[in-house]
């Protein structure tokens, strides 16, 4: 199921030699000795062909490459760390901008507070705050972006405790669609502010975020405990039972997954169906332990992992199991509560996973999450308990049409106005952006879209589409 794009906008070879020249980065094109490399994004499923990749170095490049694919009127793909799961991250026959050559960050760890540029990963963001022992919520994969995660609200592991990465978000600078550079913040354009949080990349490029920072570490007790797959639902009924008193310290979650062949695990569970419980407590060591624990005795414990882990090495334990290059595709719902109908649809379904690279998340929100008003941000799903994330992989196109009609049937049993997460809608669909949003939220949003982005030029997004 891989996916093209084309368009009937060319650029001439002039237009596209004076743009080259003005850059401080650089401007790749078909025919470059790089350009396969730099075309290619984590998720395999897209393979598309950009008619330039502008390898931003700065704001200014930044600037001007925004003005030419206005000025061309070209597709623009945006590119932060990639993950783009419906292949937002670029875009065939238009221009990609490319900020993974900004990666600059500044950590003042009196005022607790780090600036950090667009292109920066979350494995970039936590060498930095770590050494000064802070952290501000980040992805559960350390190559992702910190501006898509980020935009989209931003779900992990300090979540529960510190809020959703865009809760911290305290400013950010930002170029728009008429090529404008906007410092906002709650004082500065507010509305704008207000709609970087949750809204997407729809508003502008995000060249640079101050976000709010917090102890951390060095070390979290963290990791995870594996039960049997056919202790399924005693498992998931404890674990919902667990949660509700949970401390906010401690953020879960349940991966209902196929058994790696790590050597914790015994060679007889390698390849076999297993209930995952993974966790990360960010509050005092010795008291993790005790908050732990109703997590980790939920049934026969074929492993239990947890131990004290630096917090940057958390951060990427999971990356292995998500390498580049792989066909992906993800999908989400937020449920109110994880109730008996919810968690039979959860059971069945693993039940009937396609393949071993299959995965069905539920993970705890709540806490410092749902503290936060539903209008504050435009991440307004703050009542819902949980949410459901379906992982669905192969290793190449091949079967890749499958996994994505089992992931879209897992979420449309959980029901059909179930909320999404607008990071994890899985494809350019009006309907899942507006399932995304309550309807106050959404109007809210297509008139700051009609402000800052009328043309809808920053469309390869989860679109919030202007007016006219």
């Known amino acids: 199921m891989t996916t093209t794009q084309t368009g009937s906008a060319r650029i001439g070879e002039a237009t596209l030699a004076e743009f080259a020249a003005g850059l401080r980065g650089t401007a790749v094109r078909p025919g470059d000795q790089d350009y396969d490399r730099e075309r290619s994004i984590w998720n395999g499923a897209h393979d598309r062909h950009p008619a330039v990749i502008a390898r931003c170095a700065g704001v200014a490049d930044v600037i001007r490459t925004v003005d030419l694919a206005r000025s061309e009127g070209l597709p623009l793909a945006v590119r932060g760390g990639g993950h783009s799961i419906p292949g937002f991250s670029t875009v065939d026959d238009g221009v990609v901008l490319d900020l993974s050559l900004m990666k600059g960050i500044q950590v003042n760890p009196e005022s607790r507070r780090v600036t950090a540029q667009g292109g920066c990963t979350w494995k970039d963001l936590d060498a930095e705050t770590q050494q000064f022992g802070l952290a501000v919520t980040g992805g559960l994969v350390s190559s992702t972006g910190i501006a898509g995660y980020t935009t989209g609200g931003g779900i992990g592991w300090l979540m529960r405790k510190y809020g959703l990465a865009a809760d911290n978000v305290v400013a950010a600078d930002v170029v728009t669609a008429d090529g404008l550079f906007v410092h906002t913040s709650a004082e500065e354009h507010p509305d704008l502010f207000w709609g970087l949080r949750g809204g997407g990349g729809n508003f502008g490029v995000v060249t640079s975020f101050e976000f709010e920072l917090h102890e951390v570490g060095p070390a979290v007790l963290s990791g995870l405990v594996f039960y049997p797959a056919d202790e399924a639902e005693q498992v998931l009924r404890g674990y919902a039972a667990a949660c509700a008193a949970a401390p906010d310290e401690l953020t879960t979650l349940v991966n209902m997954t196929t058994a790696p062949p790590v050597p914790f695990l015994p060679e007889g569970t390698h390849g076999k169906p297993v209930i995952a419980v993974g966790g990360c407590w960010s509050g005092d060591l010795d008291a993790g332990e005790a908050a732990t624990a109703p997590f980790r005795s939920l049934g026969t414990a074929i492993a239990d992992v947890f131990a004290p882990n630096p917090y940057a090495a958390w951060q990427q334990a999971l990356d292995p199991l998500y390498p580049r290059g792989l066909h992906n595709y993800f999908r989400s719902a937020f449920l109110r509560t994880a109730d008996d109908a919810s968690l039979r649809v959860l059971m069945d379904s693993f ?118």
């Open 351 to 468: 039940v009937n996973v396609p393949n071993a690279l299959t995965e069905i998340h539920l993970q705890h929100l709540g806490g410092a999450v749902a503290r936060v008003p539903s209008d504050a941000t435009a991440f307004a799903a703050r009542d819902q308990e949980f949410i459901v994330n379906i992982v669905a992989r192969t290793p190449t196109a091949e079967g890749f049409a499958d996994v994505v009609e089992w992931a879209r049937g897992v979420t449309s049993a959980l029901g059909r106005d179930a909320a999404t997460f607008v990071n994890f809608t899985g494809e350019a669909s009006v309907a899942l952006v507006r399932a995304s949003y309550p309807p106050d939220t959404y109007r809210r949003l297509v008139e700051l879209k009609n402000e800052y982005d009328p043309t809808n030029l920053f469309r390869l997004n989860q679109n919030i589409a202007p007016s006219a």
